[in-house]
């Protein structure tokens, strides 16, 4: 029996334990030239938290990607995994053309943009890879792929609009000053579209753009 069905039959709500939060703060690159590895990704121009090395060769370094809570760590004496069996590690971004843009201007060889022959997220490898973003552009179905030099595969993906309950409806925050003007501009687009239904100027266009930024970041309906 479900604690759903406990709770009905019984009348009885027993309170909820308090939950810990859990932030994902760092992923394990595995990676054969450190040196190397640390040239790749500091070309990126991800940010360099650390490198710690001891007597013994152990060593740490630490990267953290624009904008993102999360970090990587690679080096030596942190991992037995494989170096390049890292795969499908995802870099969110708000416009997977101008995304992809900025790390060819890096010198990284990334793929064209594509979407997946059968539904939102992508197959495995290039299997159902079709050319180009999402005929509809929907959040979540665009991306673009590329490797670091041992071979791990790092996809970008393209996330405008967040599902229902992925983010806490009050919280609407935003990583980099690059992700917010993307969302303003968004916020324009629609309220021209809500300007032109109307037939008048909207005088109120700041709380319209603020509404529609914060229902679109919680993903809840936008406003029309």
Not at 102 to 114: A, P
């Amino acid at each position: 029996m479900s604690s759903t069905q406990v709770r009905s039959e019984s009348g009885i709500e027993t309170p909820r334990a308090q939950r810990a939060d859990l932030k994902l703060e760092v992923i394990v690159i595995p990676v054969s030239d450190v040196d190397r590895a640390k040239r790749f990704y500091g070309n990126l121009g991800w940010r360099l938290d650390a490198d710690f090395a001891k007597d013994d060769g152990f060593r740490v370094i630490q990267f953290t990607p624009p904008g993102s809570p999360c970090s990587i760590i690679f080096g030596k004496g942190i991992t037995s995994a494989v170096p390049g069996s890292a795969q499908g590690l995802h870099l969110v971004v708000s416009d997977i053309e101008a995304a992809r843009a900025e790390f060819v201007t890096r010198g990284v060889e990334v793929s064209e943009t594509f979407h997946d022959a059968g539904g939102v997220f992508h197959h495995a490898g290039r299997e159902g890879r079709l050319g180009g973003p999402d005929p509809q552009r929907r959040s979540y179905a665009s991306f673009a792929s590329f490797n670091d030099p041992d071979g791990n595969g790092w996809l970008l993906q393209e996330v405008t609009v967040r599902l229902p309950g992925r983010v806490d409806a009050d919280d609407t925050t935003f990583t980099s000053p690059a992700e917010l003007a993307s969302a303003l501009r968004r916020a324009e687009a629609a309220h021209s579209e809500h300007e032109k239904r109307t037939g008048q100027r909207d005088a109120d266009w700041p709380n319209w753009y603020a509404e529609y930024i914060a229902r679109e970041h919680a993903g809840k309906p936008l406003p029309s």
